[in-house]
């Protein structure tokens, strides 16, 4: 069985978080669909047609336009903050930051892809599908300088693995300099000892005014020079290991090496003030060399945040010849294993069974819960096609549900539909944060009944046996959503501190009605009947068929989703089924029309297909339930989070560092309970 999170969690522990998981299901629950038809014939004995759906917005709605080629090309690589956009014209602004639309009368348009996605998701948790497409190369790291132990707290579980790998105040970590051999290896060149250390501090105010050319911590053109570009100095007079002096050219100093500098701590906050005092000095290069490990420089690479990428090489980093490292020592025998760009760098979450490689998230996927893993086709697979990674005679299968683009409704006028009705203006919203590979208590299931920090399970531990993803990640609806609440309340003065945090947006508002429509070709009883009680469960309550719920439920689609953006209701469905075999295959003309096929006196076959949905998914997970889908504990989880109007957004904030009378409110590490307690 999966490890199961703790329920319910001491009401001093609990986190909140706009976003909440839908648990995993047992390894053994993955529900294998019915034998595929064949592609290239049509089915009599299962189901082809078509349902018309309405869609209305409940909450200001925004999806990014696509871009032509010739956009592409200008903003390919940008990532449309407002430091970015102020340096284009405002046409192109406007491009840039416009809601998607039909070009050919510029009005807004809901893409059949953004559909799709948030349906298959759906499909994917009430079939007890797979998880799908989760990416293992990006590797998770962490430095855990800022989690100390504090006397009267718990321990940080992190605190004391960082000081095994680097030893109390890094007393394991060395320097050197790194060159890259012919077989494309890479070796570190030890730098020399300088009374007995192989690197010493430097306090900036003593390069400040030497002749050395460095940008202090504090300005807002600071970059980590020494790592960029290399600064040669001499340097000497050494006291409890800080150096005293410094110059680009003095022959009298001592010692000779190079100046390296770090981050300052403040990106982001050009107003605030770094905490840093010291730089680093390091002696020149010997010849004496240890061999780096090829696979910790896969997951160096792999491991390379925005802010490295742009300042470093994309794809290298610090990989580069001559350049400077900081690193912990192997064992004799052994290659380098840790390395980074200073003394405190960020070392991988090395899980025993992962042999001193960074972990991914997919090593907390159960095997049978992955799609790399299991070869067996599960229902989502089946109804929307697959690609596997491994060549095999079943590689790959197109799907047979097909989509629409949602086209917004004619009568509507442009006043209507529009947060800001005039064309050019564009909406600031508030500054999303982004997932935190530290913030494992959010993330991973935990175990322990009294959620203790030193006893938090975190992606160093035993994945699988001790921990395992939460599921299905999710965002919470919420109460009251309006354009206004989106925006950001800050000063013009403010925002332009932190314009590379911020960007502009063009959302639609409340009560726009789009219309589009679902194909589908060859569907089994089940799985027709598994889509119609998906969508069914966005419709009004009292238009709800086959959902047996009391509550409103809605799906969310486009960003801003942690601010209550983007939830829509379904409305007007309508099943139109083919005979094509018995009508269409057997005559031209119906009266003065076309021969379809098509009929829409579908009720009692959709409550058919539905019943056999669930019957089905009932039987394979092995829980009876009385024949209710809706009273499955997975599934209770899944009606939670898409419950209408939803929480106050109190409950489901975003927690902050510098909360303005709870102080840092991740500081003990709280962790987030199942939805069902929320």
Known sequence: ???????????????????????????????????PPKSNDYDAQRHTG???????????????????????????????????????????????????????????VIPGSSLRGIIRTLIEIVTYSKIHKVS?????????????????????????????KLGKAASKVKAGYLQQQTDHSWRIYLATDIEGKRFIKIEESVVLNSNVNLIPFNSSDYRPQGIVELIPVRFGEIQNGIAQNISTEEPNYQYEGHLITSGNMIEGNPEGKSPRRYHWLIGK?????????????????????????????????????????????PKPGEKVTLFGHSPNFRVPYTPPTKNGRAASVTDFIPPKLKSSDNPDIDMAE???????????????????????????????????????????????PRILATPKPTTFQHYLVQTDPDAKRENLKHYGSKPIEDTIIRGHKLYWHQRDVSCDTVKETKTPEEIEKKQKQYTKIRPIQSQVSFDFTIYFENLTEEELGGLLWVLDLAKEKENRIYVNDEREYRFSLGMGKPFGMGAVKLTNQQLWLSQRQQKRYKKLFDGNNWE?????????????????????????????????????????????????????????????????????EYDQRPVLPNPLDV
């Open 382 to 428: 089946a109804i929307f096609g697959w690609v596997k990674d491994q060549k095999s005679e079943n590689q790959a299968r197109a799907g047979r549900v097909f989509i629409t683009d949602a086209v917004i409704d004619d009568s509507i006028p442009d006043e209507k539909i529009w947060c800001q009705p005039n064309p050019d203006d564009r909406i600031i």
């Open 50 to 108: 078509y349902i018309q759906c309405q869609l209305i917005t409940e909450s200001p709605l925004y999806i990014r336009c696509g871009l032509i080629p010739k956009d592409f090309k200008i903003f390919g690589d940008h990532s449309c903050n407002l430091e970015e956009l102020t340096q284009i014209e405002l046409e192109e602004q406007k491009r840039w930051t416009d809601f998607f639309y039909n070009p050919a009368n510029y009005r807004p």
């Open 1 to 35: 069985m999966n490890p199961k999170h703790i329920a319910p969690i001491p009401k001093k522990r609990q986190a909140h978080a706009p976003y909440n998981f839908v648990e995993l299901p047992e390894p053994d629950q993955v529900v294998v669909a019915q034998e």
């Open 136 to 164: 293992g190369n990006d590797k998770l790291f962490f430095r855990a300088v800022a989690a100390p132990r504090k006397k009267d707290a718990e321990p940080d579980p992190l605190a004391g693995e960082y000081e095994c």
């Open 596 to 664: 379809t096929g098509n009929y829409s006196n579908t009720e009692e076959e959709a409550q058919i297909f539905v019943d056999s949905f669930k019957e089905y998914i009932l039987k394979h997970i092995r829980e009876n339930h009385n024949g209710e889908l809706e009273n499955v504990r997975r599934i209770k989880m899944l009606l939670e989070m898409l419950s209408f109007p939803g929480k106050p957004r109190g409950k489901v904030r975003y927690m902050e560092i510098e909360h303005s009378h709870k102080g840092n």
């Open 285 to 329: 290069r010997t010849n004496d060399y240890l061999e780096v490990d090829s696979g910790a420089v896969d997951d160096y690479r792999a491991s390379l945040t925005e802010f490295q990428k742009k300042y470093f090489d994309e794809r290298d980093g610090i990989l580069k010849n001559n350049h400077p490292v900081f690193f912990c020592e």
